[in-house]
C-alpha cells in the first residue's frame, strides 16, 4: 500500500541551483526516512527526521516535517551534476515491518 | 566496513530453474528484508526476518522463500521463477523494528535478475 508520495515525479535543473522536492504520507509516524537512488542501483539512506523534529541538516541536504500536514520536504542546496538521482521518501509501516516507499522524484542536474 | 551484499548482481534465467539470490550484513542486524522494484510500482516488500529463524510474508510474497538460519544472512529462493519476477532485488538490513524512532534501513548493492 502506497504511503508517501513524492511531488514532482520529475526535476530538472542546472548546477549551482536548488532542488525542493516534496512528499505527503497517509498514516502517523515515528520517522521519515529519504533515499537517493542512482540509475539501477543501490538506495543509499540520505536522512531520517523523527516526528518530534521539524527540521533536520545534512550537509547540503534540508529536510522538514510537518506531521499535521502529513507531508515532508527535502531541499538540496548548491545542486551537483553528480546529485542527479532519484530520491525517495520512506516511512515504516504502522508494524514497524517494512518502509513503505514512495515512486520516487527523479532529480537531473545539467552542468 | 558496514554492509549488505548481494549475490550474484546480475543474473539471467529460465523459467523454472531454481535459484538463490543470497544476503548478507555485517552489522548484527536483528532486522532484514526483501523488496523488488519494479517501474511504476516503486518498492514492494516480499519478505522479511525479524531475528534467526523468524520470518514473514511482505505485500509480494508468491513464488518466492526465504530463510533465516543465521543472523548475518538472508537468502531469497525462487524455486520456479517466471517471467513476472524480473525485477530489481534488494535487501535490506536494520538493528530493531522499523517503527523505532531512530532506525534506519541499510540497503544492498541489488540484483538484477532477468527470467526468460
Known amino acids: 500500500s502506497q504511503q508517501g508520495e513524492e511531488d514532482p515525479q520529475a526535476l530538472s535543473i542546472q548546477e549551482g541551483e536548488n532542488a525542493t522536492m516534496n512528499c505527503s504520507y497517509k498514516t502517523s509516524i515515528n520517522n521519515l526516512q529519504w533515499y537517493r537512488q542512482n540509475s539501477g542501483r543501490g538506495l543509499v539512506h540520505l536522512i531520517l527526521?523523527?516526528?518530534?523534529?521539524r527540521e533536520k541538516h545534512s550537509g547540503r541536504l534540508r529536510v522538514t516535517l510537518d506531521t499535521s500536514k502529513k507531508s515532508s520536504s527535502l531541499l538540496i542546496t548548491a545542486s551537483r551534476a553528480a546529485d542527479t538521482a532519484s530520491y525517495f521518501c520512506a516511512t515504516p509501516n504502522q508494524a514497524g515491518t517494512a518502509l513503505i516507499f514512495g515512486k520516487g522524484t527523479t532529480l537531473s542536474v545539467s552542468s | 566496513e558496514a554492509q549488505v551484499t548481494q549475490n550474484p548482481r546480475y543474473l539471467i534465467t529460465v523459467t523454472g530453474k531454481k535459484l538463490t539470490v543470497t544476503c548478507s550484513q555485517n552489522m548484527n542486524h536483528e532486522y532484514m528484508s526483501w523488496y523488488r522494484q519494479d517501474p511504476g510500482l516503486g518498492l514492494r516488500q516480499i519478505y522479511y526476518s525479524m531475528n534467526v529463524e523468524v520470518t514473514d510474508k511482505g505485500d509480494v510474497p508468491e513464488g518466492y522463500k526465504v530463510s533465516r538460519k543465521e543472523k548475518r544472512n538472508f537468502p531469497l529462493i525462487l524455486e520456479s521463477p517466471s517471467p513476472n519476477q524480473t525485477s530489481l532485488y534488494f535487501c535490506?538490513?536494520?538493528?530493531?523494528?522499523?517503527?523505532?524512532?531512530?532506525?534506519?534501513?541499510?540497503f544492498g548493492p541489488g540484483t538484477r535478475l532477468t527470467v526468460l
Open positions: 527526521i523523527r516526528s518530534n523534529e
Open positions: 535490506a538490513s536494520s538493528s530493531l523494528g522499523l517503527a523505532d524512532t531512530y532506525n534506519e534501513q541499510f
